[in-house]
């Protein structure tokens, strides 16, 4: 049966493979998005579609919102829309505050204005902190280290605490670190492996700061824009947080030889000091998600990679 989503952050890069393969599988898209760090290059796919509407417009902004969900029926909303920099939550506050957790609260409000039976949430596994036991488990003590964090928590919380209280079904999805193809290697915030890619194809040598040995939860966009089409879609998807992630602690180490073997003749690597701040070990649980949604990473780091560096995109 076709439905209709509503996907917030659309033109961004989890946003536009969410978008590819919900109209993959049949469904109507309208996507919202300011185009702060979205590009419309990333939905020329989604555009060419016929079954894809896109709003530019602010998703803080209640009139917007509104305007959006009047005289059409929304079956679920993806909320990715978001201020999506560490750094930048530092330095703005507010401009976090009005993103990440207000936008969350006129989404919310809207789809239970609307008859919208579902949310999707973009929250982050940043929510966990640096101090919390590994793996993550989403029963762990949230201990947020940034204004993003604290914002992303925040979102969580109202979505579940309007779940308890409407009958508003909230799944928030802590997703940990997300690669592949369309992430801006441009911005000096964006995945460590957009930048490896970027430097790796042009020559150029790479600093890894550290010794090389801290590891991340690396998640193909394809296995994310899966999970987050499959929680639109279930039948019954119900209320909680689920981690988005593989459940494997890949090494920088590891990442720089699949690289390597890619690029076989590279500029090479440099290590420089430990950034003060950087987590040294990142990894989910991700059995909570298969549990609930049967949706397991299936993309491994050495294949994912190759996707990437050729520029493929899997959804
Ligand atoms: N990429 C990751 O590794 C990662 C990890 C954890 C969580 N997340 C979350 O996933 C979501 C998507 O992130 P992404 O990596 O695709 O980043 P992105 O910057 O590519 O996507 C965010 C999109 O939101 C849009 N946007 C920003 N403010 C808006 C507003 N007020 N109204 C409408 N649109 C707005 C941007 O233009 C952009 O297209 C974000 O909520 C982010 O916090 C991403």
Known sequence: MERTFLVTGAAGFIGSHSVDLLLASGHAVIGLDNLRTGRLANLEQALRSGRFTFVEGDAADEATVDAVFAGRRIDGVLHLAALVSVPESFREPALNFRTNVAATDVVARACLRHGCPRVVFASSAAVYGDRAELPNRESAVPQPMSPYAAAKLASEE????????????????????????????????????????????????VTVYGDGEQTRDFVSVHDVARANATALIA?????????????????????????????????????????????????????????????????????????????????
Request: glycine share 12%.
């Open 158 to 205: 109202l979505l579940l605490g309007y779940a308890a209280s409407y009958g508003l079904q909230a799944v928030c999805f802590r997703y940990f670190n997300v690669y592949g193809v369309r992430q801006d290697p441009g911005s000096p915030y964006s995945g460590v492996l957009s930048i490896f890619t970027d430097r790796f194809a042009a020559g150029l040598p």
């Open 235 to 315: 039948e019954a998807a119900g209320s909680g947080r689920f981690n988005v992630c593989t459940g494997v602690a890949v090494s920088l180490n590891r990442v720089l030889d699949v690289y390597r073997r890619l690029y076989p003749s590279s500029a090479g690597v440099a290590y420089a000091e430990a950034r003060v701040g950087d987590i040294r070990h990142s990894c989910g649980d991700a059995g909570a998600l298969a549990k609930r949604f049967d949706v397991r990473a299936r993309v491994e780091i050495e294949a994912g990679l190759g996707a990437l560096v050729r520029g493929e995109s899997l959804s």
